[in-house]
């Protein structure tokens, strides 16, 4: 665990996920998807707590029962980062861990390369830190599910969109497509000041949160990895999920 600052990791869980409703509940081994991901996050020891902050009180209710941190929120939130930093406002911590719930296969790897970032940031510069993955076949680059994202010469974000960018017109030039992996470190500053700000038109337009926060100046440190976890937004996703633990 790190020591310069505190860092907890925060799992936003919604009961209704519009592609497979319920899926926080569901079985996968014996315990449940959101159970899974909440102790394979406890499991990293990166973190100094560990909660799941959800409207449901169904999850709400597993979490407690199997000895876990949980927060009820307010029903409607615009997005993740949203949810969360109602939840944190009162706390006293610095550094604040978006874990999305669907991956009960976090990536200790991948965490701690973000929490390194905030580590070496001696001067403050990072108001978050996100992962981006390379992508390689024409058909990753151009699906709109894939948010892409490019980056100034410091590895700092200059713009998320679901269109293939950067547009590779000289095509005598080697174009690299990075795609952006949806785990956010927060500097708790950074996200309150974003809980206090309305979503602008380009935000909305691309149903991208990120934007928002460049919109107003922060600062988001991307950091290069091979290391996915594996969400579960299918069916099919947990049919595969449960053949890893069996």
Same mark, same amino acid.
């Given at each position: ?107 200790? !790897? ?60 000289? !095509? ?75």
């Amino acid at each position: 665990m790190l020591k310069n600052f505190k860092a907890i990791a925060m799992i936003p869980a919604r009961y209704q996920a519009s592609r497979f409703p319920g899926k926080l509940m569901q079985d996968l081994a014996g315990k449940t998807v959101i159970v899974r991901t909440y102790e394979a996050a406890k499991s990293t020891q990166l973190f100094d707590e560990v909660y799941v902050v959800t409207d449901s009180e169904i999850i709400f209710s597993e979490i407690e029962k199997e000895g876990g941190k949980a927060i009820m929120s307010q029903k409607e939130h615009d997005c993740g980062s949203d949810r969360i930093a109602e939840a944190v406002q009162d706390m006293e911590v610095d550094i604040v861990v978006n874990v999305q719930g669907d991956e009960p296969f976090i990536n200790e !790897k991948a965490l701690s390369l973000l929490l390194k970032e905030f580590e070496n940031d001696t001067e403050g510069l990072i108001d978050l830190a996100s992962l981006k993955v390379k992508l390689t076949g024409e058909e990753d680059i151009q699906n709109p599910n894939h948010v892409k994202v490019i980056t100034d010469l410091r590895n700092f974000a200059l713009y998320f969109s679901r269109s293939p960018i950067p547009f590779h017109r000289a !095509k005598d030039i080697t174009v690299d497509y990075f795609k952006h992996v949806g785990i956010y470190a927060f500097r708790k500053k950074a996200l309150m000041d974003f809980y206090k700000l309305p979503m602008s038109p380009l935000e909305a337009a691309e149903k991208i949160e990120c934007i928002r926060y460049l919109e107003n100046g922060k600062t988001i440190k991307m950091v290069e990895t091979s290391e996915v976890s594996i969400g579960i937004d299918t069916p099919e996703d947990l049919e595969k999920a449960r053949q890893k633990f069996s």
